[in-house]
């Protein structure tokens, strides 16, 4: 493939150049530099190598492209509009306004042609790896020969900023021991940052230190003029058969303002008379704002057909395979379609109380056993920690290049390493590809460290389950470093996603069928090092709902509301209650929010009126205000000690619960039985302002 220059080249790139300069003016916000400078990229990415058809944003074979630096996402919202997709000029004039489809931030599921949610930088560069990783497993899984149904290469542009950040770093590393082929990366090598020219904060040699995670490295020293060196980089990326690849693109911020090469031009519009000067550098009426020459239109309307017509080759080749395969064929349309096999929660165990007790880590090995044999769409893994968390199933095949003999591009199972927040990342691009459901694991206190990843999972609207264990105090001598106390109150703050901290084999169970259903949030499943009881009482069934009512009593004293392993520390409290005298009922609580999304006639039957309710938790206090009037549980570090001593220092055995137990009681007796629930008084609170 050789450069061969398009009479439309020069006036596309001035096009996008005045396009970007007009979009951040008109909304008195925005970062037109970086889309200035990236002009002749993008330009040649989009009409040259990038195959994508914009009738149909979600064809499974398309290449996907992210922009990891997503403060510059004027460029990829000209670069949709300019292709036909569901973006016009329009949208472009309301730029960062309210419910525009064209917000500060690029954001999947809102914006047609986007593929994720990038904003903290480094998201995206991690989110590129992780749709390269779910395309190779997709490939190796379904093509045969003659029928190379995926084929697509992921490409991604990212700054400086993006390479400061240490999930970049984490997520490069990855990719270059996986040989990510179909991965091909720009690093916008501009020199500014926010602060200014990057050597006040940034000297390292990027190109070695990306050799040296096993890239393939090319280098474009001018990539603001020079189209035919840029062109040859992409054709020698697209050759690379063993290693992504990351090409160091040298561009000017802002060029053709007054200010190019400024860090002025980064997170400010340009002036108006600098942006008079730049359309009459590049050949455009000054008067005249948001114009797209109609030759410019025509070229782009044709890179738009081209994709369309390589889509419907596809289309066809879907079809023949299916002729051949047709069971192969039924199994890509219904992972696409986000359809679950029929009858796959048959596979869930359930247990009685005559089942032995076990750590809900070693049950939740269980579940991904017995599921992963029915979901060919479960793409496991853990950071480090398999035979701590127990993510893998005894028949896995890890996914790693063949030539490494460690397994295959088939494989099933991710060793990400320690690497938790490029983990995070990662699984929101395999969600992103639209064929798998990501899982994986870590201690539930280093989900700590994915935090931007988890919430950018829960904006997305992506399914990521997370296989969070030693959840607690319980997991004992490694200390207040490991145990967890204001872990969980940070992820159920976050809106859009499911903390479960199931408290034996059954509520594994019906946590793991919640988040397996829900397609549209992440999921974190918080499990025990230590031993738990099976419960009676408990259930799928009953699980499923968020919380249930494990010990009944009829006209209780006290209610008493929890999770986890906490749950049949509190059953037993209630039998030491009942033989003073004191009816308490015990709650089980494994999910705040799926217990939130039920009817409220159900939850005031689970926390009613009339007795204190007192929860009982060994994390923090905070956020239980909602459901309790007392609460019992650790405001503060945890300490190394044996689980059992761990658990007598904070007061949270049996005989502890049972002590405040008696002492609420015996508070609360002052009141008449017209005493309310939380819930209850919330309920009413909202039902009379509306």
């Known amino acids: 493939m050789t450069f061969k220059p398009q009479e439309t080249d020069q006036k596309a790139i ?91 931030h690029p954001e999947a599921g809102h914006t047609d042609g986007i593929e994720v949610t990038t904003g903290p930088l480094g998201q995206g560069f991690a989110n590129s790896v992780g749709l390269a990783i779910a395309q190779k497993q997709a490939a190796a899984e379904f093509n045969r020969d003659g029928f190379e149904l995926f084929n697509s290469k992921t490409y991604v542009v990212l700054g400086d900023g993006c390479m400061m950040e240490g999930v970049a770093s984490e997520a490069a590393s990855l990719a270059g021991h996986l040989r990510l082929d179909n991965l091909i990366a720009f690093y916008d090598d501009n020199k500014i940052s926010i602060d200014g020219d990057v050597s006040c904060a940034f000297t390292e040699n990027v190109a070695e230190r990306f050799r040296s995670y096993e890239w393939n490295v090319l280098e474009v020293k001018d990539g603001d003029k020079d189209l035919k060196s840029i062109y040859d980089a992409l054709v020698k990326a697209k050759e690379c058969k063993d290693k992504p690849t990351l090409i160091s693109i040298r561009t000017t911020i802002g060029f053709g303002s007054r200010e190019q090469g400024t860090h002025s031009t980064h997170g400010s519009p340009l002036k108006d008379d600098d942006i008079r000067q730049v359309k009459e550098k590049f050949g455009f009426n000054p008067d005249e704002k948001f114009v797209i020459p109609q030759e410019v239109a025509d070229a782009y309307h044709k890179y738009g057909e081209q994709g369309g017509k390589i889509h419907a080759e596809w289309n066809k080749l879907l079809e023949s395979y299916g002729e051949k395969y047709p069971k192969e064929k039924a199994e890509i349309e219904r992972r696409a379609a986000h359809k679950l096999p029929q009858g796959w929660e048959k596979a869930l165990p359930t247990f009685t109380a005559d089942d032995k007790e076990a750590a809900t880590r070693k049950l939740s090995e269980g579940v991904l056993s017995k599921v992963s044999a029915v979901l060919p769409e479960l793409l496991g893994g853990s950071a480090d920690l398999t035979g701590s968390n127990l993510t893998r199933w005894s028949d896995a095949t890890d996914f790693q290049p063949p030539a490494t003999h460690l397994g295959d591009w088939k494989g099933r199972y991710i060793r990400y390493g320690v690497r938790e927040h490029a983990m995070g990342a990662i699984m929101n691009g395999i969600h992103a590809f639209g064929l798998h459901i990501p899982t994986s694991g870590t201690f539930l206190n280093f989900v700590s460290y994915a935090i931007g990843a988890v919430r950018l999972s829960a904006l997305s609207k992506f399914q990521v389950i997370w296989v969070a264990t030693h959840d607690s105090i319980g997991l004992g001598e490694d200390g207040p470093t490991h145990q967890p106390i204001e872990t969980a109150a940070a992820l159920r703050a976050i809106p859009n996603l499911d903390f479960w901290r199931p408290a034996d084999g059954n509520e594994v169970s019906g946590a793991y069928k919640v988040a397996i259903e829900s397609f549209d949030k992440p999921s974190v499943i918080a499990l025990t090092r230590q031993g738990l009881p099976q419960l009676e009482n408990s259930s799928i069934e009953n699980t499923i709902r968020g919380g249930y009512v494990l010990v009944d009593q009829d006209k209780a004293d006290l209610t008493l509301v929890s999770t986890g392993s906490e749950v049949a520390i509190c059953r037993d409290a209630a039998k030491i209650l009942k033989d003073s005298g004191i009816k308490a009922r015990v709650v089980s609580m494994p999910c705040f929010s799926v217990f939130d999304a039920q009817p409220l006639e159900y939850r005031e039957k689970v926390l009613p009126n009339g007795a204190p309710i007192l929860s009982v938790e060994a994390y923090t206090t905070f956020g239980w205000g909602k459901y309790s009037h007392v609460h019992h549980g650790i405001n503060r570090f945890g300490v190394s000690a044996t689980a059992a001593d761990a658990y007598k220092y904070f007061q949270m055995t049996p005989e502890d619960i049972a002590k405040k137990s008696s002492d609420v009681v015996k508070y609360f007796k002052k009141f008449d039985s017209s005493l309310e629930s939380p819930l209850v008084v919330e309920s009413k609170f909202l039902e009379n302002i509306q």
Request: aromatic letters at 8%.
């Open 14 to 104: 001035a096009t996008l150049r005045c396009l970007a300069a007009d979009t951040a003016a008109k909304s008195k916000s925005g970062h037109p530099g970086a889309p200035m400078g990236l002009a002749p990229l993008a330009h040649l990415l989009w009409s040259r190598f990038f195959v994508c058809d914009p009738k149909d944003s979600h064809w499974l074979n398309r290449d996907r492209f992210v922009l990891s630096n997503g403060h510059a996402c004027i460029l990829q919202y000209m670069m949709l509009v300019l292709l036909g997709y569901n973006l016009s000029v329009e949208d472009l004039k309301h730029f960062r306004q309210l419910n525009s489809l064209t917000p500060g």
